[in-house]
């Protein structure tokens, strides 16, 4: 499996600010096991979770339980069909936790309408490096992080996955490829993603997005 290219630098120094100790990551299967290991090297408590049905359909003690995380990843693994259904995407949206999202495909407005786009897409062999630009290269995630001539970074080898943006969002994008292609962005709690979604998440929201299910890199 090839290896995320700087991710995981910037992923740590993410959570060093915040105070989560017990962290939910949602994955259907193995392949996001190497963040999984991340994670707990960091000294976090990592549960894999994934709900036996619709998100919508379980019990309110699977929803105490999401709730009660001090921090909820969705995986780059999980199929975004699983997230397609409008009862599943309010319940996502309504857990209070902060949430970090990993997958493109479910970012769209057609899955938990985190942006007003529905072109998520492969791109399997190029660029063999992504670079993203740096919106804002004071922000405190980049603290540990050598940015190059023009406020870029290498961001992952091929093979990528990006969500295509040609229109606006109330999310913060702090790093992006090819202008249109958010890698990291921030949503406040109680605003509409983006005007006209009416969704909104109950807690921060972070989207970092990287892999390619295609070619199986996570």
Known sequence: MKKIFTLFVLMAFALMQLTAQEIILVTDDDNDNEQVTFLENQGFNVTKFYPDDNLSTVGQDTIDLLNAADLIIIGRS????DFRDSADRVTW???????????????????????NSTAAYHANEWPPLAHGVISDPADTIFT????????SMGWC????????LDSATNGTILAAYADTNPLIARFAADVEFYDGSVDMPAGPRTYFGFGNDKLGVN
Request: a negative charge; proline letters at 7%.
């Open 157 to 164: 080898y091929a093979a990528h996955d990006f969500i295509d």
């Open 78 to 81: 999980p199929g975004s069909s």
């Open 144 to 151: 540990n992080v050598t940015l190059m001539a023009g406020d």
């Open 93 to 115: 949206n309504a857990l209070t936790p902060p949430l970090i999202l990993n997958a493109q495909y479910i970012a769209r407005s057609s899955r938990l309408n985190w942006f």
